[in-house]
């Protein structure tokens, strides 16, 4: 909760609506986690609503920082017709990323990790583990030669100590596991050049 509250104020909005316990929360926030996972008696959101841009910018700035989604202007935001929850994220028919279902949060293509740049946290790896990330295989932490500060379950950009970006991933461990642990995958790749 207290993460949540820290994160709103990257977010932006003039619209906002009532959700306990958190208070006031930006409009775009709707569908994204922890905002929308639970039903709470008295509450109806069925008034709340929002354009796909205005939800897809609100939570990228909320995951990654305020100022995130300047780089995304003119994306096409594609809704299920199903569910109407955003899906898959393009620009010039180039995939960027797609919004993960169970929280809502986007999960970049090593284009989308482009275009976030220095708001998405970094991995740099050794020299001798760029052959194997570049073709998808995931990151131990003994290959990790420094890392931002890192929480697992985040989103990060794989990069060389030549500061090419090779892939992107989801962290397994946090920064302290990284630096430490001479076994085990630090980061699952998920995109690659």
Known sequence: MLRAREWMKRVSSKQTFKRKPFGSVPIGLKDTYPFSQSVIPGEDDRRVAAKPELLFSSTVDYQYGKGASKNFKGVRVEVSRNTGRLRRITKDKVLLGSMRSHDNFFIPTIDGAKLLGKFMKKVVVHDDAVPFVAKGKSVFAKFV????????????????????????????????EMKSFERGPAVETRSWE
């Not at 420094?146 to 992107?168: H, R």
């Open 145 to 176: 030669s420094k890392s931002d500060e890192i929480f697992p379950g985040e989103e990060v950009a794989i990069y060389t100590k030549n500061k090419k970006l090779i892939a992107t991933g989801r962290a397994v461990m946090n920064s302290a």
